[in-house]
Nanobody, 131 residues
Framework: QVSLEESGGGSVQAGGSLRLSCVASGIDFGKYCMGWFRQASGKWREPVAGLSGAVGTTWYADSVKGRFTISADKSKNTLYLQMNSLQDEDTAMYHC????????????????????????WGQGTQVTVSS
């Protein structure tokens, strides 16, 4: 049984930082690809970052490159998203997602994580950025 619990969201001024956490139970990180999605009000879900648990390779959406960093601590069963230089357009509900996968080919289609029947999807944590 897989369970995911996100935390770390909140309200922050533009230019500030937040670190999101996703504690994953029932998952062997080395056998999964994982990532963060976000959904702003009135907009479709979009992938933000991805990470291969087996290889450690990462992927980022162009809109967050250089500002966000995805990482994992396998000893704590936790996935992180460090968000720096936050902008108004980063305001959204952020969800962590895990999909069973070996290697890092999964990162060729991070957006496709959402459509995989085998995905595990967290409830989300709200990030609000104000200028």
């Amino acid at each position: 049984q897989v369970s995911l619990e996100e935390s770390g969201g909140g309200s922050v001024q533009a230019g500030g930082s937040l670190r999101l956490s996703c504690v994953a139970s029932g998952i062997d990180f080395g056998k999964y690809c994982m990532g963060w999605f976000r959904q702003a009000s009135g907009k479709w879900r979009e992938p933000v970052a991805g990470l291969s648990g087996a290889v450690g390779t990462t992927w980022y959406a162009d809109s967050v490159k250089g500002r966000f960093t995805i990482s994992a601590d396998k000893s704590k069963n936790t996935l992180y998203l460090q968000m720096n230089s936050l902008q108004d357009e980063d305001t959204a509900m952020y969800h962590c997602v895990f999909v069973p996968s070996s290697g890092d080919l999964c990162l060729r289609d991070v957006a496709g994580f959402y459509f995989r029947p085998s995905k595990s999807w967290g409830q989300g944590t709200q990030v609000t950025v104000s200028s």
